[in-house]
C-alpha cells in the first residue's frame, strides 16, 4: 500500500443548494439549446421563402411586359379637347366680354377655339358703330390680347333691320 493514496481528509458534503441549482442551469441550458434551434429553424425557413421569391420574380422579369391596350387617335384627340374645352378660364372670359358689352348690344353666341386661344364671338345691335366699339372695348380688357372681325352681316326681320357681327378675341392667360 502506498501512502501517498491514502487522504486523510475529511469529506464535506455537497450543500443543499447545489442540486436544485445544477437542475436549473440544466434546464435553462436546455432551453436555450432548443429557442437556438427554432431560430434556425426559423431563419433557414425566411431565406427558403426569400429564395422562391427572388426565383418568382427573377422569372416574371424575364417574361416581356404585356403592353397596354391602344387607343384609337379619334378618340385620344377627343378626349384632348374635351380637356382643353374644360379648361377654358371661362370666368375671365365671360367676365371680360360682359364688362365690355354696351347696353344696346345682344351677345347671341360665344364659342371657345381653346387650341388656338380664341373666343368666337356673335353679337347683334341697331348700329354698326356700337358692335365696332363693343370689338374695341373687348380687345382693351384683359386677358384678351386682339381682336379680329370675321363677318358682318344686316338681318330683316318683320321690317326691323339690326346688324350682326361676328369676331374673334385672342387671349392670352397670363399668370
Given at each position: 500500500?502506498?501512502f501517498s493514496s491514502i487522504n486523510y481528509a475529511r469529506q464535506r458534503p455537497w450543500p443543499a443548494w447545489f442540486a436544485p441549482g445544477l437542475l436549473v442551469l440544466l434546464a435553462a441550458t436546455a432551453w436555450g439549446g432548443y429557442r437556438?434551434?427554432?431560430?434556425?429553424?426559423?431563419?433557414?425557413?425566411?431565406?427558403?421563402?426569400?429564395?422562391?421569391?427572388?426565383?418568382?420574380?427573377?422569372?416574371?422579369?424575364?417574361?416581356?411586359?404585356?403592353?397596354?391596350?391602344?387607343?384609337?387617335?379619334?378618340?385620344?384627340?377627343?378626349?384632348?379637347?374635351?380637356?382643353?374645352?374644360?379648361?377654358?378660364?371661362?370666368?375671365?372670359?365671360?367676365?371680360?366680354?360682359?364688362?365690355?358689352?354696351?347696353?344696346?348690344?345682344?351677345?347671341?353666341?360665344?364659342?371657345?377655339?381653346?387650341?388656338?386661344?380664341?373666343?368666337?364671338?356673335?353679337?347683334?345691335?341697331?348700329?354698326?358703330?356700337?358692335?365696332?366699339?363693343?370689338?374695341?372695348?373687348?380687345?382693351?380688357?384683359?386677358?384678351?390680347?386682339?381682336?379680329?372681325?370675321?363677318?358682318?352681316?344686316?338681318?330683316?326681320?318683320?321690317?326691323?333691320?339690326?346688324?350682326?357681327?361676328?369676331?374673334?378675341?385672342?387671349?392670352?392667360?397670363?399668370?
Open positions: 500500500m502506498n437556438y434551434v427554432r431560430a434556425e429553424q426559423s431563419l433557414a425557413d425566411t431565406r427558403s421563402q426569400l429564395s422562391n421569391q427572388r426565383q418568382v420574380l427573377e422569372r416574371r422579369a424575364a417574361e416581356p411586359a404585356q403592353h397596354a391596350p391602344s387607343v384609337p387617335k379619334e378618340r385620344v384627340k377627343s378626349v384632348n379637347e374635351a380637356i382643353a374645352a374644360l379648361n377654358v378660364p371661362w370666368p375671365a372670359l365671360l367676365g371680360a366680354i360682359e364688362s365690355a358689352r354696351p347696353a344696346g348690344v345682344a351677345l347671341m353666341r360665344v364659342e371657345p377655339r381653346p387650341k388656338d386661344q380664341i373666343v368666337l364671338v356673335t353679337a347683334q345691335a341697331d348700329d354698326m358703330t356700337a358692335l365696332i366699339g363693343f370689338m374695341q372695348k373687348v380687345s382693351r380688357t384683359t386677358p384678351f390680347v386682339k381682336v379680329l372681325p370675321v363677318r358682318q352681316e344686316q338681318l330683316i326681320d318683320a321690317g326691323l333691320s339690326r346688324k350682326q357681327a361676328t369676331f374673334e378675341a385672342r387671349w392670352e392667360e397670363r399668370p
